[in-house]
């Protein structure tokens, strides 16, 4: 057992109000820069839709992540032949306008502007080119457009559905949507370390955090295409490859990512586990049926006493395992079960977890020729118009998860590599809670059926409790538990530099814990 530590997140998607004050931190501080214009760390999706960079799920396009082939797994569209091959052009790259290009205007032209009999405008120009462009695209398009023909309706998860299916999420009364905020996920087997021919990416061996060396990096750009979530940018300024440090030197210090503290919807759950190193290739290389369950076994009891030996025979301090022991992701993710990874079938093992969202369940339609009709067929329903009957009632206490506005095998694609049966149970769980919390506070509920719902579920009142505590009252410490650094890694900690060209540097030494 080799154990190690990770630092891992959990995103609660039911709490996400697609703000975006997590992104404009990211940018605020570390994306600023000539040739990060474009760049977005953090960004939030809304899905259904196509996502940033365009279409970046469909990895047929841009070859990512990693397949399996017999008993072994290889990058999809990187690696030492296939890198060979398209070291001098890459045709799986996207391209600047799969992101945007990036703009501003020309301001001046409002106050040099001679007297005329008409308004003067300010005129876009590419920051990249300088000149004149008509705008296409921007940050964040597609925000809040479920539904579109140009957006929604091309996201690459629909495509498992059946065309009746698609048609149903996007009828008026039914249509919906929700936000997917994306940062990179640090992974276990991380794609991007396992592409660069020059080895300037690597996972840092105290916390696992994923780095670019800028010392090193030669620009061959291989992560960018091995990345199945593209989250390693080309800085077309400095010639160097970028992506998200995790907030490493706020870290570092104790302190929460730019992202998390921002977050208004406090969606964001950051804390360590301990995992077991020896398993990754043989559970990145499993049948895709078992390979979520195979990532989440990875993750070890922080309590357990062999493990906690183990980890402290690898140089794994006190503080971090007792961090593990209260770790808030650790609880979402093993303890209850209520969090997924985000495109597991990508084989990379990502150490970010999704809440899947519960969301507002919908009413179903039914045809009805008039109010007395509707009357009889359900007296509890609440709504009736242009013949249609708005049924709010369910005749079991799950119906309502089947009839949910989103379909159980899209959010399948999502988070369980098309399990439906993993993420119904977490929307089991969900619901439970809420029913919970209402016969507490509220007492309308029948005793008897809250106590199904919980044998359901096999849940109990104080996990319940201790779920909602979480997840609607949690203060600032509940929701982060970080281990501040030890003083003993000072030194190598100082040995990170960056260029003078005002990029990001992160480059290493030497580090006796790199685990690359």
């Known amino acids: 057992m080799d154990v190690r530590a990770q630092m891992s997140m959990v995103f609660h998607l039911d709490k996400c109000i697609g703000c975006h004050t997590c992104s404009i931190a990211c940018k605020n501080i570390w994306t600023d820069r000539k040739g990060a214009e474009y760049m977005w760390w953090n960004n939030v999706e809304t899905k259904p839709g196509t996502g940033y960079p365009t279409k970046w799920e469909d990895q047929e396009i841009y070859k990512g992540g990693w397949e399996k082939k017999d008993r072994d797994i290889s990058l999809k569209g990187a690696g030492k032949l296939r890198g060979l091959m398209n070291i001098f052009h890459n045709p799986n790259l996207p391209v600047i306008d799969d992101y945007y290009e990036p703009f501003t205007y020309k301001y001046l032209d409002l106050i040099e502007s001679p007297a005329m009999n008409d308004q003067p405008t300010a005129r876009p120009v590419s920051l990249i080119t300088g000149k004149p462009i008509d705008i296409k695209a921007g940050p964040n398009w597609d925000d809040d457009l479920s539904g579109t023909p140009d957006y929604a309706r091309q996201d690459p998860n629909l495509k498992n559905l059946t065309p009746a299916e698609q048609e149903a999420m996007f009828q008026l009364e039914r249509m919906a949507f929700y936000y997917l905020p994306r940062i990179c996920n640090h992974c276990l087997n991380p794609a991007c370390v396992a592409s660069c021919p020059s080895g300037a990416i690597y996972k840092r061996g105290e916390d696992g955090i994923v780095l670019i060396n800028q010392n090193v990096c030669r620009a061959w750009r291989m992560c960018v295409t091995a990345c199945p979530y593209k989250k390693s940018y080309y800085n077309w300024h400095t010639g ?232 609607s009252l949690a203060k600032f410490d509940d929701r982060f538990v970080i281990p501040a650094s030890h003083r003993e890694q000072s030194m190598e900690m100082l040995e990170f530099t960056g260029d003078t060209k005002g990029s990001v540097g992160f480059g290493l030494k030497s580090d006796p814990l790199r685990s690359a």
């Open 240 to 471: 160097k490859s970028e992506k998200c440090i995790l907030c490493y030197p706020r870290i570092e210090a104790g302190y929460a990512p730019a992202c998390m503290h921002s977050c208004v919807g406090r969606i964001r759950y950051l804390g360590v586990v301990l995992y077991d190193a020896d398993e990754i290739h043989e559970v990145a290389s499993c049948d895709e049926a078992s390979l979520v369950n195979r990532q989440l076994n990875m993750i070890l009891d922080p309590f357990d006493e062999r493990v906690i030996e183990s980890a402290k025979k690898n140089g794994i301090a006190d503080s971090t395992i007792k961090a593990a022991q209260y770790s808030p992701t650790y609880k979402f993710v093993k303890e209850w079960g209520l969090a997924l990874p985000l495109h597991p079938e990508f084989r990379t093992l990502p150490m970010l977890f999704y809440v899947p969202p519960l969301l507002p369940v919908m009413a179903s339609l039914r045809e009805v020729n008039n109010q007395a009709q509707a009357e009889k067929m359900n007296p509890t329903a609440k709504y009736w118009n242009d013949n249609w009957l708005y049924d709010t009632s369910t005749e079991e206490l799950w119906g309502t998860i089947d009839q949910a506005r989103f379909p159980l095998k899209y959010l399948a694609s999502l988070f369980s590599a098309g399990d439906e049966n993993k993420v119904k149970h977490i929307l089991k769980k969900l619901l439970a809670v809420r029913i919970h919390r209402r016969n507490v506070t509220v007492g309308d509920m029948d005793k008897a059926k809250v106590d199904q719902v919980m044998k359901d579920t096999n849940l109990t009142s104080e996990e319940a409790e201790a779920i909602y505590y979480l997840t």
